[in-house]
Nanobody, 122 residues
Framework: VQLQACGGGLAQAGGSLRLSCAAS????????MAWFRQAPGKQRELVAG???????EYSDAVKGRFTVSRDNAKNTMALQMNNLKPEDTAVYSC?????????????????WGQGTQVTVSS
């Protein structure tokens, strides 16, 4: 069972990036999937999550700028990040949980992908 995140990179403030998370080894169509990020010296925090039925939840820091989506048939999740800010710089990881709602605690997610670096320059 594997989650693999990709799509990170370098962007200028105000720019956009799109992250993707591909799952393999099992279907995650019934799982809540989420994006977390961790900046240097800070705790890992929830960025956005989406339930199996498509209900989404965002952190206040990214609400209105980021959009999370999923394709259950393809076992994938994406994070469209617009109007990026330098404070969005972090390692972004995708995760999944069998719980039925988006959870803010990273300890409650059973599956994790490797992180992908997002760097936003001012």
């Amino acid at each position: 069972v594997q989650l693999q995140a990709c799509g990170g990179g370098l962007a200028q403030a105000g720019g956009s990036l799109r992250l993707s998370c591909a799952a393999s080894g099992r279907s995650f169509s019934g799982h809540v999937m989420a994006w977390f990020r961790q900046a240097p010296g800070k705790q890992r925090e929830l960025v956005a999550g989406i339930t199996s039925s498509g209900t989404t939840e965002y952190s206040d820091a990214v609400k209105g700028r980021f959009t999370v989506s999923r394709d259950n048939a393809k076992n994938t999740m994406a994070l469209q990040m617009n109007n990026l800010k330098p404070e969005d710089t972090a390692v972004y990881s995708c995760a999944a949980t069998r719980m039925n709602r988006v959870l803010r605690s990273n300890r409650l997610y059973e599956y994790w992908g490797q992180g992908t670096q997002v760097t936003v320059s001012s």
